[in-house]
């Protein structure tokens, strides 16, 4: 079964405006990760946080772990219209069992 | 791209018959992967690989096979393809950590 759930499904919101998606999983986690799908396209990697970590930026991302409720956050400041896509969590199990990702969050920023 | 080709990008088969999916990597990773994605699914993990002929299977692998026999090449074969194997397929590599994904595989069986 799924590790990761993404919350929401769904999200639009207009250009300049914050985009925060949540993760939960379920298992202890070696590390985490989020991955951005432009349509019809493969997954690329956006930033990883480890187990250990609370919190990372990148850039206009910053993601958040909490280990002891098994979520993540995943917040992109202002917005741009370029951001629409789908945003996925990966979680590595302890063991380093493969990644496994959860459905995803499609990300849609108006213009 | 991270060096990763799959092949081919679109095929259309028939219920029954088998079918071969590739994916090469130039990278030398270690770890090799396969996923279906699928509308209400996100990605679903069929099989992978940790070495030269050292697999596993993965959430849904029933159906399906591969092999490596060489490092940079992972096959996905589908011995008899169903109507529910009709899917969108990625070949993802990695060396540790993060994982590079390929453009993916339309595959639609008829």
């Known amino acids: 079964s799924q590790q990761g759930e993404e919350d929401p499904q769904a999200l639009s919101i207009q250009e300049g405006e914050n985009a925060t998606m949540n993760c939960s999983y379920k298992t202890s986690i070696n590390n985490l990760q989020w991955y951005r799908q432009n349509s019809g396209r493969g997954l690329v990697h956006l930033i990883l946080i480890r187990s250990n970590e609370r919190e990372k930026h990148s850039g206009r991302l910053r993601v958040t772990l909490d280990t002891s409720k098994k979520s993540s956050s995943l917040l992109i400041t202002a917005s741009r219209a370029a951001d629409t896509a789908s945003y996925f969590c990966?979680?590595?199990?302890?063991?380093?069992?493969?990644?496994?990702f959860g459905k995803g969050t499609r990300l849609s920023v108006i213009a | 791209d991270a060096g990763i080709t799959q092949s081919p990008r679109h095929k259309v088969t028939e219920t029954g018959t088998p079918v071969t999916l590739r994916c090469h990597q130039t990278e030398n990773h270690r770890y090799m992967y396969w996923y279906r994605q699928d509308p209400g699914h996100g990605l679903r993990l069929i099989h992978y690989?940790?070495?030269?002929?050292?697999?596993d299977k993965g959430e849904v692998s029933d159906g399906y096979s591969v092999s490596r026999s060489k490092t940079e090449d992972f096959l996905l074969t589908l011995e008899s393809a169903t109507s529910s194997q009709t899917s969108v397929y990625f070949c993802?590599?990695?060396?540790?950590?993060?994982?590079?994904f390929g453009q993916g595989t339309r595959l639609t069986v008829v």
């Open positions: 993802a590599i990695s060396k540790d950590t993060e994982a590079f």
């Open positions: 990966a979680t590595v199990p302890t063991g380093n069992t493969p990644l496994v």
């Open positions: 690989s940790y070495g030269v002929k050292d697999t």
